[in-house]
């Protein structure tokens, strides 16, 4: 053998050996994708978690199902009416659905289901809170059942569509104990339920008598990985099909974006950002110095920049996909001498100090933060940051109204109605509004809550919007993107904004 | 012997029972667990609230609670996650495995690889190869964990794809986390190994020995290294508890399923039982753990026996 084969040799060897490693690994029909969090209990009125949404989505059903268009459509109700002036609704429920064990799906799993959620241990979970507008469920025959609400609930049917409102199955779960249920969950969904190990993965199968369209793949795994490298690794290797969010940082994007087997999904979420106000004490009580230090602030090149163009500047704190979100409202133009003009009639030194408390975790906001601060000084406002364990910063600093006079917050409700964000921020008392209160702005957001004419809430709830800009309650950044990473394999996935996950039509190849 | 054991394993008592209340106490002060729960949750009243708290049993005074979870560690049972309510004790059924495991082999790895390296670099004093092995185990020191984990996984994970890059799922999952912990284990090791090795060259009974005519195979085996076994095991023995402890970093790079994730997980989400679960099973590991090497002197020594 001349040297020259040899080396043939051995290469085509080692390309034996590299492809022989690199055969898929799995039987086709697997999906396995990549989730940051493991709730602990696939019970729906156990957890607050999106991620239990994002697993939870395929093996439960509501009356209503949103998808990621966000149209509310019929699932396990077929149709309804509002009677009573919006104080019953009427479902008409689907008939031949059973749940995975075999259980009838009829108008007493509906019961049992609020009744469960509504009573005793549904108090024990965070969900109850959300549906207590629901005061008794009605039989009215076995596929008909009313709803009755002690006030109008606009927001109901999409309530319906997730969390505590899935319809779990009245023999199964009151024949095994609460413990085995949040292990060991039955639904009616498209995926039925085959093993869950804790921290490391849920497996589930295609439920062969769903009553929709079926499971395109046989198999559905989730992982449990936490840490952002360590998912977008695995999912290089092949070995997860889908990242979801909140994993990727924005830092990652060319990573995947420079693999040839994966692509980028970028899809507007419900997560906005802001700097809120102390506009109790200090400086920022002066509404004029909140308007100077958002025009003292370039968003759009902070978005550029530092956020890689994954994000939208915002006028008020909302996602455009939100009820209530009104395009006419732009952001505050960047105007360095405008906002010095204005600090300087309000009275501001040069040099007066801000404090800006940022979570200490999020790498991606303490580099917007640095930025903001880098703004401030140019109009001669000096900003330190201050970074705060996330769990002592919402449960403790916010709430007591104990921060800076700025501090970062996120928020994005699945329901996409801006009274759940405008009402937990704006009106007096509420947890997340330590400082503020104004009548004329709580009587603007309790008079929307009962109206069942959507025209009208969502007039209001504009007008909410553009109140909280003039009075500048907080200093609106950005929209940020959920990030969703994709081995190109998979087809047919449609990447929700809200990261509630349906994945029966979803196939591998 | 047995009065010994007796007196240590209540010496082991009293540090789980001080560790733990020193925990219980510490992780209270972090906040309202139901808050955390209840995050996200709109129009959530204080009625609510009491509600989540009785349900998980803050209600009860802090003896109790603190009581209950002492009861726990002797019955198995710590009572339910806060967050889901799985019970602890299928938490740690299966973490407790996945790190003592993952423990077990990196120090087994250090082991082999530093005890000839260190004394091949003692007997060797001055001369290149023990610059070459000093200055290997100083490069090795320098790495901090996570960046060598991370290199290897892109280098075996991404680029070659040989070795799954997270998870425990086999033999080959070990590789990684055991190389990483291992390699920087061992750089402290040989260090440790060739300083005692060179302690003991020193002594006036290696002299004897080699005046005796013994091979020096012999001398460095028969007599040398059995005199340095006590202070390495000692080393080794507290080595092995850290590193129960010790590993929150690699598991979370490698998403490994073990105490570390569990504890950083607890903590992040104030899990008062999980927490609580985890660090009585890791100080009564690393107490017992202390007892087993002094037990193991008497085997090594006979000298410790007789007393």
Known sequence: MSPLNIFRAGATALLLATTAFTAPAFAEGKLVVSSPQDPGSWDPIDTFLVNWASAATNIFDGLTYRGPDMKIVPALAESWEELDEGKRIRFKLRAGVTFHNGEPFNAEAVKFTFDRLLGDEGGKGPQRSNYTSITKVEIIDDHTVDLHLGAPDPVLLTKLAGYGAMIVPPKYVSENTEEFFNLNPVGTGPFKFVSYDPKVSLKLEAFGDFWGDKAKVSELEYRFITEPATAVAELQAGRVDVVIPPTIPVAMVPTIEADPNLELASVTSPTVWALRYNTRDGITADVRVRKALIMAVDRETIVKEILGGQADVIASFQSPLSFGYDPELKPLPYDPEGAKALLEEAGVKPGATVQIDVRGNDATFGEVAQAVAAYLSMVGVTATIQPIELNTMLNDIIPQGKTGAMFQQGWGGWTFDYDNTAYAMYHTGEKWNPYDSDPKLDELLESQRPLTDRAERERILKEIAVYAADRVLEMPLYNSKALYGINKRVKNFDPAPDNRLRLNAVEVQ | ?307
Not at chain 2, 54 to 59: R, S, T
Not at chain 2, 106 to 118: A, C, N
Not at chain 2, 236 to 264: D, S
Not at chain 2, 277 to 303: E, K, T
Request: with cysteine.
């Open chain 2, 1 to 307: 012997m047995i009065g010994f054991i007796l007196k240590r394993l209540l010496q082991a008592a009293f540090v789980v029972v001080a560790v733990s209340l020193v925990v219980a106490v510490a992780i209270r002060m972090t906040g309202d667990p139901a808050l955390m729960i209840s995050q996200g949750a709109t129009n959530i009243t204080e009625a609510d609230l009491q509600r989540i708290r009785e349900g998980l049993g803050l209600n009860e005074p802090f003896v109790v609670q603190y009581a209950n979870s002492l009861i726990g560690l002797l019955t198995w049972n710590f009572g339910n996650s806060f967050v889901g309510g799985t019970p602890v004790n299928i938490l740690i059924s299966r973490a407790l495995p996945a790190t003592l495991m993952l423990a077990f082999t990196s120090l087994l790895l250090s082991i082999i690889i530093s005890v000839p390296l260190g004394i091949r670099a003692a007997v060797s004093r001055g001369r290149w190869s023990d610059q070459l092995i000093r200055i290997c185990s100083l490069v090795g020191l320098s790495f901090p964990n996570f960046w060598l984990a991370t290199m290897l996984v892109l280098l075996f994970a991404v680029t070659f794809r040989l070795l799954p890059p997270s998870g425990m799922s086999g033999f080959e999952s070990f590789i990684m986390p055991t190389l990483t912990m291992g390699i920087i284990l061992t750089a402290t090791n040989v260090r440790l190994v060739r300083t005692t090795m060179l302690e003991t060259l020193n002594s006036q009974y290696i002299m004897v020995a080699r005046a005796k005519g013994l091979s020096e195979n012999k001398v460095l085996y028969k007599h040398a290294l059995r005199n340095c076994a006590i202070p390495l095991i000692t080393y080794f023995g507290l080595q092995f508890g850290g590193l129960l402890g010790g590993i929150v970093v690699i598991e979370r790079v490698f998403n490994w399923p073990g105490m570390g994730t569990l504890a950083f997980d607890a903590v992040a989400a104030r899990d008062y039982p999980v927490l609580q679960a985890v660090i009585m099973i890791l100080s009564l590991m690393i107490v017992l753990v202390n007892l087993i090497v002094d037990i193991a002197y008497g085997f090594v020594d006979p000298r410790i026996r007789k007393e």
